[in-house]
Nanobody
Framework: QVQLVESGGGLVQAGGSLRLSCAAS????????MGWFRQAPEKEREYVAA????????YYADSVKGRFTISRDNAKNTVYLKMNSLKPEDTAVYYC?????????????????WGQGTQVTVSS
């Protein structure tokens, strides 16, 4: 069992930045690839970014490429999402999740444990 707790969300103006954190419980954090997803009101959950177990490989949705950066610190059992140049369309609840399979990371079906989410609101 892995518990994930996101933090760092909030209200920011368009063009601003936020850094989300996701802290994981347990000693097995480095065994999982990690992903960030988001869900806006009345929309389906969508993939944002993912990172390999050792942090060497990162993946991004086209909508955030060049603006968002995913990283992880296995010593701290934490994955981060740095979000720059935020747009109103980035407004959503952001979730982190673990993936033991480590592939197909753009699909929520390949993740087992999810956090409760953190709200990000970008005003225009």
């Amino acid at each position: 069992q892995v518990q994930l707790v996101e933090s760092g969300g909030g209200l920011v103006q368009a063009g601003g930045s936020l850094r989300l954190s996701c802290a994981a419980s347990g000693r097995t954090f480095s065994r999982y690839a990690m992903g960030w997803f988001r869900q806006a009101p009345e929309k389906e959950r969508e993939y944002v970014a993912a990172i390999s177990r050792n942090g060497y490989i990162t993946y991004y949705a086209d909508s955030v490429k060049g603006r968002f950066t995913i990283s992880r610190d296995n010593a701290k059992n934490t994955v981060y999402l740095k979000m720059n140049s935020l747009k109103p369309e980035d407004t959503a609840v952001y979730y982190c999740a673990t993936s033991s399979i480590g592939r197909g990371l753009d699909s929520s079906r390949n993740y087992e444990y999810w956090g409760q989410g953190t709200q990000v609101t970008v005003s225009s």
